[in-house]
């Protein structure tokens, strides 16, 4: 159940590598259009510093405001290719994690993290260049009292991550991918960015929008009325 | 009206294109004090990135939630030069530009995008360096399914723009000028510049804003006291 | 009495300067640790651009919203190495401070502002390399009307800030150490380094922080319980 | 110009008498409606007592933040049946009215105002019943230190606002309507309610909106298939 | 999938109604601590008038903002007794809820609304008796182009939903409750309703919570001391 | 020092009684006028409900997110006639106070409680007329696990509270009074009020502030002008 509390699962099943390995060649957005414009992550989670793209298989922690425990708990089950993506039972901003962990987490082979809570040591961070995601940066030390959960279901900043679903993160947020759906969502952002390719090179020729998506017709029909300049639109519509 | 649907202005009456130029040549902060302490955007907006610097007339975009239809239709309607804002009918974070429509404003000559929604495709904007001032970072899909307007006088971040006035962006924000007014603003905030050169220099040297400014007596009369220490200070002022 | 306006302190007690010196070596969160993880000021202040790190007695400015003339009071009170910072009689976004008063300041000597109030100029500082702790980027003109007060007790952004305490800020925030701990802080700030760096080795090396700090019988006292799939774990616990 | 301090205007033109007491009958929801769905006033704006609503005339003020001296120039430009109307320069939730000013403005004739800033003694004012719609219930106290205007253009939570245009509010918040189309409005409005009491009605008899809106068509159209159960949609739509 | 679009289910399993009706007992918060403290909606879900209470199974709908479609479809396929609760795709407060669908649901036999989007004709709604937790009011009027679903899982307020999951809701906010767990949670609030009797009797006389609870050593290891009085705790702890 | 824990102390000096009962005949915002204008609360801080209003001497608590174990100790500590107040060591919504604890704090005297936390139970604190000032209504659980501190120096919602100091709340928020300022504030309130009733009965007559208050003058040297109407001030100023 979800924000159920006491359990570390050892084994998940991850989404297929190769799959993970193809969707990585996508960011978010193109991710998010490809599933059909779902699976983001609420917008105030923000990346620790610009320009970092990760792309993995979800171990997930669900903890409690201002107790970072879990967080070894994940360090040993996690594998590498990994991201690591946390929720709370409430909201809380305390620096869950720094660079400590961020250490232990490298050498485990995780890739970054994704958190609904605080993150501290953003420098340290920044130059091992371990990305985090995070709801706000906070020095606030945690504490190691209360047992929350790992590789269980969890909501993380309005999104449902199941254990081995696929997290993408770049400058633009956070996406997960249903492990089921790894490989056709792929396949579906493929397909969008070939599209996108073509529309790309005549946008920037100069051609519109307005024609390449030929919508004109709709547009009139929604209601659009064109006016040849404020004057005339007092009066009544251009022809 | 303000937040009127339906309506493209086809052609609109833009600031004068020297007076563009020549408020090209100052920041927002100037800007603003420049017209009287008027004309700031709120400061939720955010540059994308940071160093970015525009000018230009405004053509303006109302917008419903989660809807990015009129972006289609501005680009049909901007002028080389044009800074596109965007203002809504309720408060969205969606995802309403990206790579694509930047690729496209930029082939018909805009030079960025002031935005009261989301933006995505970031990394790629900076890449393109198309700037873009928005209330959020949001991969989030948006629909074509209701007309707004565009070239018509709307709102965005809590400042009033009609279309061809002049938007200047920058690092501290967003500050529209009036397109009557521009000229009179420029030379006002050269005027200021000017000033605060001499002032700059004076500061630079170690002179304090007290002597330069004459405040001493006004803060005395406003009832400020001085004391050598905190001890004194518990007894009575300082002689 | 804190929020008295009308004073202006000139001469205060500032922490000792070679506890300054020992405190300047460690960044925010160790120092928040080492004093019993106290003194961080609220996470919504930010840096106006990232990399800055500074460490100095605190000069303080009690202001009032909309209105900046106490930090040309400041100015001339200000010793070289001192930090600014200023709290606020009520919430208040308003540039209270630009690239003028960051001539000045620095040429007194100030090493950076902490400001729970607008900043604006920000290319400009960060071009002069004039680090700013803010609660927002803002080019909002302020007037000078109304005395607050300068070294006397401030809260700034939720924490108590007494004159000549010591303040430092870098990527992750900011914390004052009250100056007649600034010692011993600094000696535990020192320890806990030498401490961290230690277990940072074995970190690094793929050690877990379950064994390093023998987590393992307290997760289990705290009733974590250990599954070796989510199979097992709707059946019961795993041996 | 939106902005100007240093403006009071003495008489105004205000909405027809006539069309301002056929809108009153109306909630802000329908005029809202009735207007093409423009002029409402960000729902930040809160009454500080349920249950009141107003609609007059509005007498215009712009204030700096922290500073409420244009309240008392107000008190006497204002008529009998008149709504007061505060924007800002910058973002300020002080106190800037309270029961002092409420009996000034009630003696005057106002029925209320609507502040995008702070209220105080709001036990006080529900005692008179005299209605404020604000951004924040706050004690601060205020300044008459700078000049704003009396009755020029404003925004005032994101709805521009012209003298003599007429504001609705109630519980749902506030709307502008412009003083020139008042009376389309007010007949709008009236349509609008005969239409709706007949749906209302329809609705409470069990008819569903579906029907009589007749959008099970539309609904087909734009994708919504029906599944008896969760068991059937994860194999195919129902027939 | 969570977030998908275009699906309606016409019969969903709902908890037992005689469950449901021994949940009805309770209160939010105790029904929270009788699952293990999980199940909360974000408490920015408020009532939109103190009082009331209800508990029912979940209907669902899953819609995007500004766009209120999807209501219309819930109000024929929910039963008496349920309780409609609706996730959005993004952020929005626009007043998707109003007195027409409220008639509409009572008709239809719905008990309330939980909502993560705005809500309007709220003193109709106080008027009528018909309970609503929203994220805002707001009188924004909403659109009906973009299908979403009804009977699908769906994320509220931060809280997964299954259809004919538990709702209740009080002036505390809200709780879900999974259909299958609904008995035992029925079982173990009434457990803690009068297990907390008893400690109510017990407190209500004086006794201490220190001593019904037995933490006083606890505190103690915990590293709490106790001093006479401040002056004392300057020197060292008392005995 | 202000965030310390693992602190109880005994005996606090507290206020004195006849001065705590004069402060308790004024409201929030007049006693924050007599201090000088200072010693509000945050305006984030609100009652539950409506109409209540408490003035007595505080105990402090200063606890961690989501653990409320010092409000059991601080029920040993409290006397007949104070007000608990709260502040945490970082941003906490979770429900730390219900019934139980407010028929404890009642049975051993208290008349409330300020919390910069969240409270939950809300209908039954309104029916028991416990009244409590909070930053959440919020029914999530806490545990008790780590000391804080009771009757050390805190600070609340922006505000310094030292154990004994005079804390008055009412609808308009929360102030405090430092225990030795509580017979001058009183008497200054006093004095403020009967200034204000001889204010108020003029003001109520009809007469203005601009004249009672002789603005005028000032109002002109600080730059309003008045026009005639709209079209003149597009002129120039009337006379």
Not at 71 to 76: D, G, P
Request: proline share 4%; aromatic share 6%.
């Amino acid at each position: 159940m979800i924000g159920q509390s006491g359990i570390a699962v050892r084994t998940i099943r991850r989404a297929d590598a190769a799959q993970v390995a193809a969707l990585g060649k996508f960011g978010v957005a193109t991710i998010h259009e490809a599933m059909g414009r779902v699976g983001l992550f609420a917008p105030y989670l923000r990346p620790i510093y610009p320009g970092a793209k990760i792309c993995g298989p979800a171990v997930t922690i669900f903890a409690h405001p201002g107790d970072n425990w879990m967080l070894h708990v994940a360090a040993e089950l996690l594998l590498k290719g990994d991201v690591v993506v946390l929720g709370t039972s409430s909201t809380n901003n305390d620096g869950m994690f720094g660079d400590l962990l961020a250490t232990s987490f490298r050498a485990r082979g995780a890739l970054g993290l994704v958190s609904d809570a605080g993150c501290r040591d953003t420098a340290d961070l920044k130059a091992m260049d371990f990305p985090v995601w995070a709801r706000a940066v906070h020095a606030k030390g945690t504490i190691k009292a209360t047992v929350g959960s790992v590789n269980t279901p969890i909501i993380c900043a309005g999104a449902l991550v199941n254990p081995g679903d696929v997290i993408v993160a770049d400058d633009d947020g956070v996406v997960v991918v249903p492990k089921d759906r790894a490989g056709e969502v792929a396949v579906a952002a493929a397909a969008r960015e070939a599209k996108e390719a073509k529309n790309r090179e005549r946008l920037g020729s100069g051609e519109l929008g307005l024609d390449i998506y030929g919508m004109r017709d709709n547009l009139a029909k929604a209601g659009l009325v064109y006016f040849d300049d404020e004057a005339s639109y007092l009066k009544g519509p251009s022809v």
